[in-house]
Structures are given as structure tokens and as C-alpha cells.
């Protein structure tokens, strides 16, 4: 391990105090996402699907409805993507095996919210 250097100088009678950095190397990205853009009928899908889901488990979508509407993006995205709406608030070692097991179920709090 590479000891940092401190140096002091003087401008207008401050001391300003400033550390070397390490030599800088290339970061490595551990994983790429791929953002696609859910379509406008998936959208209205898992809008339509949500709202019904509160109905029948008898919860309320989140009072901020950025959450709500970040939620039924992913839902959508999920749909489109894998042809399963997977809760987006959940991480999955393999998401298309999760969509090829056909069950959804959001434990997310943001989604339920009493």
C-alpha cells in the first residue's frame, strides 16, 4: 500500500492543507442494466393489475405517488422484458427464472401502505 503525501502551502496568509490521491484506475462495472422503457399498454396493464391487487388484499398504494408510479414502471419494464411482472422493489438472483414460475407477490412496503 502507497503512503499519501500531505503537503502545506500559504496563499494570502491561509493554510491550505492538500493530499495526494492514489493513482486513479479504470473502475470496473460489476453489472449492466438495461433501462428499456416500458410500452404505454404494459403501463396501463400493471396500473389496472395494481389497483386491483390493493383491492383484493385489502392495502392502499403509497401516499407519495412517485413511489406508486416508479413501481408500476418496473411492473411494466418486467412485463415487457421477462413477460412476468415482477416486483421491482425485490432483488432476484435470476429474474427469468422468477418470471418462468408464473407467481407474483409484492412484499414491498412502498406498494402497500396502510
Not at 14 to 17: A, N, P, Q, T
Not at 32 to 41: G, I, N, R, S, Y
Not at 53 to 62: H, I, L, N, V
Given at each position: 500500500m502507497r503512503?499519501?503525501?500531505?503537503?502545506?502551502?500559504?496563499?494570502a496568509g491561509?493554510?491550505?492543507?492538500s493530499v495526494a490521491a492514489p493513482p486513479s484506475r479504470p473502475r470496473r462495472r460489476l453489472g449492466?442494466?438495461?433501462?428499456?422503457?416500458?410500452?404505454?399498454?404494459s403501463i396501463e396493464i400493471m396500473r389496472k393489475f395494481s389497483e386491483q391487487?390493493?383491492?383484493?388484499?385489502?392495502?392502499?398504494?403509497?401516499v407519495d405517488k412517485g413511489v406508486t408510479s416508479v413501481v408500476i414502471k418496473g411492473l411494466a419494464e418486467h412485463r415487457d422484458t421477462l413477460g412476468a411482472p415482477l416486483c421491482p422493489c425485490r432483488h432476484y438472483d435470476d429474474k427469468a427464472a422468477e418470471a418462468q414460475q408464473?407467481?407474483?407477490?409484492?412484499?414491498?412496503?412502498?406498494?402497500?401502505?396502510r
Open positions: 503512503a499519501l503525501q500531505a503537503s502545506t502551502s500559504y496563499s491561509l493554510g491550505i492543507s449492466a442494466v438495461a433501462k428499456v422503457e416500458p410500452t404505454e399498454k391487487y390493493a383491492r383484493k388484499s385489502d392495502t392502499y398504494f403509497c408464473g407467481f407474483w407477490n409484492c412484499p414491498c412496503v412502498p406498494m402497500r401502505e
